[in-house]
Nanobody, 118 residues
Framework: QVQLVESGGGLVQAGGSLSLSCVASGDIFTPNIMGWYRQAPGKQRELVATITTITTGRTTNYAESVKGRFTISRDNAKNTVSLQMNSLKPEDTAVYYC?????????WGQGTQVTVSS
């Protein structure tokens, strides 16, 4: 089993910044992909950004809506993934979920609320 624990999030004004972090524990296999998804009220969960353990080639993937504003990073030794969110917009308001994909299975954190006021 894999456990994911998120931290960070909160309330910020439009144009501000927030940082999310996630620590993974348990039976973590490599290669794997860690990332962040979000779900706004009444909407489906959507990908925000992902990052792999692979160190060659393209290792990150971003939703078009966050490119240039969000940065994902990870520490493989500590099994952590972070999301730096800058220039936040009200439409970024959602519950953000940490994810880990390995051996054909997704694991999810409990989610953390990000609210951007206009």
């Amino acid at each position: 089993q894999v456990q994911l624990v998120e931290s960070g999030g909160g309330l910020v004004q439009a144009g501000g910044s927030l940082s999310l972090s996630c620590v993974a524990s348990g039976d973590i296999f490599t290669p794997n992909i860690m990332g962040w998804y979000r779900q706004a009220p009444g909407k489906q969960r959507e990908l925000v950004a992902t990052i792999t353990t692979i160190t060659t080639g393209r290792t990150t993937n971003y939703a078009e809506s966050v490119k240039g504003r969000f940065t994902i990073s990870r520490d493989n030794a500590k099994n952590t993934v972070s999301l730096q969110m800058n220039s936040l917009k009200p439409e970024d308001t959602a519950v953000y979920y940490c994810s880990l994909f390995t051996r054909g299975q997704f694991y999810w954190g409990q989610g953390t609320q990000v609210t951007v006021s206009s």
